[in-house]
């Protein structure tokens, strides 16, 4: 979706503030979310559906909320929507039985399949699923390059909403920095991003 | 259980909110799913200590020291991260790859991740604020000479800037370059001059003037 995440190259937001030897955690309870996602992802739900939850935040609420703020809140409505627990039990702070909820099933990495070779040209697709995707708005129509090919990786487009289990080579694409944003960028300067297969076709023009 | 904790330092405009009602939400969830046998507290401290005192960015630097006196793991390295993490004797998680990136004199490698915060945590630790912050996630793309100034690094116009959003299940991690005057140092002594922002690749290694060894 066109959400509130996707931040690239947006303008307004102020100097990068650095805070002097910050902790790893600010309080107890941030380092306690951070343990209760590392034991129920993978689990419960999967991290695209994960980071799905988070995207669909209003997006004020989105810009308002700290970082573990948002994940308390996927937290909460995944762990609900699983049935692992209930609306009334969160609620209560009271347990009224055992989850219900089921295990992901997890499947094998099959052998990566790819389409396109390191140094070939590619152009991204102009994609706007209102779901959950993984090309960033700034990437969007822009010639590349392959620079380098992995995966196979899930498809977080299917996965975000538990369907179809898609294994698709993942290439990381170099623009020229002046491809994605014209002359405010210097002409030596590149971007290099990681795009699932589906988001590319090759520069040649069929799809 | 926790002590209510008021802010006392600096900035803190990404914590605006009264912490009380968050950490009774955690609490909530937390004791929830203890009483339903799907967390233990020593799970969440065994966790938290974990991140708090052996996870963290001396991983990294151990592992660019290295590579840096010893040619062939750096090729070992940058051709397989994850092997190479592993052969230090350190633990790489195999649902991520590791993609390391070495930074010269003609190419300066920095990374971010615009849609959320992908950070290579097994090497670098849980990430600072600012990189999961706004003003990083957007500016890092679009103007990274600017936000590497603000970082103090200055970089001359013919050094090509190379900026890797980090969108998939791939981690990346800048090798910088050695510096120059540590010619005869040992891993040691060079890890202590690579710190986290230098793996980000905001920040680049310094020989501090002192240093006459």
Known sequence: ?207 | MTKHDHHEHGDHSHHPEAPSDIEARTLALESLLIEKGLLTSEDVDRIISAYEHDIGPMIGARVVAHAWVDLDYRARLLNDGPAAIRELGYDYPASTGLAVLESTKEVHHMVVCTLCSCYPWAVLGLPPTWYKSAPYRSRAVVEPRKVLEEFGVALPADVSVNVWDSSSDLRYMVLPERPEGTEGWTEEQLAAIVSRDCMIGVARPQVPAEANR
């Open chain 1, 1 to 207: 979706m066109n959400g509130i995440h996707d931040m690239g190259g947006m303008d307004g937001f102020g100097p990068v503030v650095v805070e002097k030897d910050e902790p790893v955690f600010h309080h107890r309870w941030e380092g306690s979310v951070r343990a209760i996602m590392r034991q129920t992802v993978g689990r419960f739900y999967n991290l695209d559906e994960f980071r799905n939850v988070v995207e669909r935040m209003p997006p004020e609420e989105y810009l308002r909320a700290s970082y573990y703020e948002r994940w308390l809140h996927a937290l909460e409505t995944l762990m609900v929507q699983r049935g692992v627990i209930t609306l009334e039990e969160l609620r209560s702070g009271r347990a009224n039985g055992p989850s219900i909820a089921a295990n992901i099933k997890h499947e094998p990495r099959p052998e990566l399949i790819a389409r396109f070779s390191s140094g070939d040209n590619v152009v991204t697709r102009n994609l706007n699923p209102t779901g959950h995707t993984r090309l960033p708005r700034y990437a969007r129509g822009k010639r590349g390059v392959v620079r380098t090919v992995n995966g196979p990786f899930l498809l977080p487009d299917s996965n975000a909403h538990r369907g179809a289990k898609v294994w698709e080579a993942c290439y990381a694409v170099e623009f020229t920095a002046r491809e994605l944003w014209g002359d405010r960028a210097s002409s030596i300067d590149r971007v290099c991003v990681d795009l699932w297969e589906s988001y590319l076709r090759s520069e040649e023009g069929e799809s």
